[in-house]
């Protein structure tokens, strides 16, 4: 935990089966050329990823 000014901020590792539109997110922001990112964004993949969350379609992760 890290703590300044009253303000509390904890770090939890998560893998990225359990935070999916985070990781698609991120992945998708390394192959654009330019920083204003619109609709293109919520693109069919995203949608479906988000969709997966809200029913909670467990995803396992795969053996180290």
């Known amino acids: 935990m890290w703590q300044q000014a009253g303000i509390k901020l904890t770090f939890k590792h998560i893998y990225r089966e359990a935070n999916r539109a985070a990781d698609w997110v991120a992945n998708f922001s390394h192959s654009i ?32």
């Open 33 to 64: 050329s330019h920083s204003l990112v619109t609709d293109t964004c919520f693109s069919s993949d995203l949608r479906s990823i988000v969709g997966e969350d809200v029913v909670g379609r467990a995803f396992v992760r795969k053996g180290a």
